[in-house]
């Protein structure tokens, strides 16, 4: 049956062309290799999770000060991380943050103010430096896609990827479908880099509306789910990060207004945030929401954000910023009659996602290595979807760190590209068209609403082990379901591949937490039965493997170690990938 499918040969074939994505494919169009990118979306240039612009941007510049360094950096990381870090990673990271920086000035993005011509950095999340840009980044993914159009690669749009093709633990392309179409792709490569973001649409929002999401509602764990049944290994999936939003909208922003001073009010008006961490409200992420979902339980909601204080100038500025995230949201807050400038707004917790867990450097998805290449040996991750993040400039730079790992990794490939099994492919074909052929089946909006349900109920940011094995029950019940899944037409099947990409990532992320016996950096991981962290057991990393019978597999890994150090395809000794390790940096 391979005559009904179109095939395609490429040297670097990237899933998910976002910042992480688009980053990746550049080093390698640089060193002149055919570079294939696979993308849900209708435009390179405006997909992923900033395709409609971004408001700020984490890196360490070198400017002077001490605090303005990898070095001091990196020292911080296991505070900022509460000891569960990949800091082998994290530092290649840090440490390439002011190349990619400037790179991508090079690409024409302005970081600087307008107003002084200069950078606008301020602290943020508990960082130990103003290490945050806000800038007008309407046009920044766009910079970003035009570079890699230039480069000519080869963009299918409108296009998704549902199986890796793995032999012998080691990835060589993917089968893909348009949307649009209904064309099936078979795709050969020498490397693959899996860019296709965080896990959303896992639980229930504020407004109710799945597609509301205060991220990118259309990064469903794919890269994940595909990961882990390739093999890979995944890390810190029991992590959850939730942030705080106004009330009844999902948006982003939360950065702009801690960074440039805001304050949360009970609703008596007193400022509470000290009495849950030294630095107030600019401690991290997780502390901010925990500490509002704490003040709610006893009481003292609503909870509100308060910047009338702030001078005018830099109200000014947030006003300027605030809209690119989310255009809307000034349209909102007219509808309303609310403004910064003269009232309090109210906000509350927003939906989860399986991103970061409210700290930087901490990710939760595919465990890499410095190259960025997974467990699985030629498939490399970037992004929101592995263990190493830092928001748009962790995309951007583990991003381009893979892309650089695939080139050396294709540069050292040898003899032909193993052929594909046309008989297992045609099998996923069918599964995936099945969908559409059943009127009475299962609605795919339906499937996901308990899976949202489920979370919200058991696996939020309030944990048990009696809630989470209930809601692991329902889950692999849920999973015997997905053959009667059904969809309307050919964009219903692709939401259908992503409600078993939502609904795998939940086992995953309910296997994990249940693991872990303790409670870990706040609202990321709280288990009211283990109420406190246990560094004596659990200075580890929770790496969750698909088991002989296709269910999560979780071991715990010293977090005093690389996570590559734990990869079965890794032949060198700790002491070469040391020295690899050091030569990258």
């Known amino acids: ?160 990827a549902v199986q890796l093709l793995v032999k012998d633990n080691a990835a060589y392309g993917a089968l893909a479908f348009n949307f649009r179409t209904g064309a099936w792709t078979a795709i050969r490569a020498k490397a693959v880099a899996l860019t296709a973001g965080d896990v959303n649409r896992i639980s229930l929002n504020a407004s109710g509306l799945a597609f509301d999401s205060w991220h990118f509602p259309y990064n469903t764990g794919d890269a994940q789910a595909m990961g882990y049944r390739a093999g890979a290994s995944l890390a810190n999936m029991e992590f959850v990060e939730t942030t705080l939003t106004p009330k009844g909208f999902s948006a982003q922003g939360l950065n702009a207004l801690v960074s440039l001073g805001a304050y949360f009010l009970d609703k008596d008006g007193n400022r509470f945030m000290f009495k849950y961490d030294k630095k107030g409200e600019n401690a991290r992420r997780a502390v901010l929401a925990d500490a509002v979902v704490n003040e709610y339980l006893l009481g003292n909601g609503p909870i509100y954000v308060d910047c009338r204080h702030l001078p005018d100038d830099e109200l000014d500025h947030m006003e300027q910023t605030l809209q690119i995230d989310r255009y809307t949201l000034p349209a909102f807050y007219q509808q309303k ?125 309030r944990r048990s082990k009696r809630g989470l094995d209930l809601a692991l029950n329902t889950l692999v019940a849920l999973a015997k379901r997905e053959d009667e899944l059904a969809a309307d037409d050919l964009h219903g099947a692709m939401r259908v591949q992503e409600a078993r990409s939502v609904r795998l990532n939940a086992e995953i992320m309910t296997t994990a937490a249940g693991a872990r016996e303790e409670t870990r950096t706040r609202s990321a991981h709280r288990r009211i039965d283990f109420p406190e962290p246990d560094n004596d057991k659990w200075l580890k990393f929770v790496v969750v493997e698909k088991g002989e019978d296709d269910s999560p597999s979780v071991r715990a890994v010293d977090a005093c170690l690389p996570l590559s150090h734990s990869f079965a395809r890794r032949s060198q000794s700790s002491s070469q990938r040391r020295a690899e390790y050091a030569a990258t940096t």
């Open 1 to 160: 049956m391979n005559g009904e499918w179109h095939t395609v040969d490429t040297d670097l074939l990237v899933i998910g062309g976002g910042v992480a994505g688009s980053m990746a494919a550049i080093p390698a169009l640089e060193a002149g290799l055919n570079v294939t990118v696979c993308e849900k979306g209708r435009l390179l240039d405006n997909c992923g999770s900033v395709g409609c612009g971004v408001d700020h941007y984490l890196t360490v510049m070198e400017s002077g000060p001490e605090w303005d360094t990898p070095e001091f950096l990196i020292k911080h990381l296991p505070g900022l991380t509460d000891g569960i870090v990949d800091i082998e990673v994290a530092g290649r990271v840090i440490h390439e943050m002011p190349r990619i920086l400037r790179k991508i000035e090079g690409m024409g993005v302005d970081f600087k103010d307008p107003r002084t011509g200069t950078y606008a950095r301020h602290p943020s999340f508990g960082l130990p430096g103003a290490y945050h840009i806000n800038f007008d980044g309407t046009d920044f993914k766009r910079r970003i896609g035009k570079h890699v159009r230039a480069g000519k690669a080869t963009v299918l749009m409108r296009t998704m």
């Open 337 to 461: 009659g609310l403004n910064f400038r003269d009232n309090v707004i109210e906000i509350s917790i927003s939906e989860l996602s399986i991103r970061r867990s409210g700290v930087y450097f901490r990710g939760s998805g595919l465990a890499v290595d410095t190259r960025g290449e997974t467990s699985v040996e030629g498939l490399f991750a970037a992004g929101d979807c592995a263990t190493v993040s830092g928001g748009i400039a962790g995309a951007a730079v583990l991003g381009h760190i893979a892309g650089e790992g695939a080139v050396e990794r294709i540069r050292a490939a040898q003899g032909a590209l193993p052929d594909i099994d046309w008989e297992g492919a045609d099998t996923i074909r069918r599964r995936a068209e099945a969908s559409m052929q059943r009127p009475d089946g299962l609605p795919w909006k339906t499937f996901e609403d308990e899976i949202r349900q489920t979370v919200t109920d058991y696996v939020g940011v």
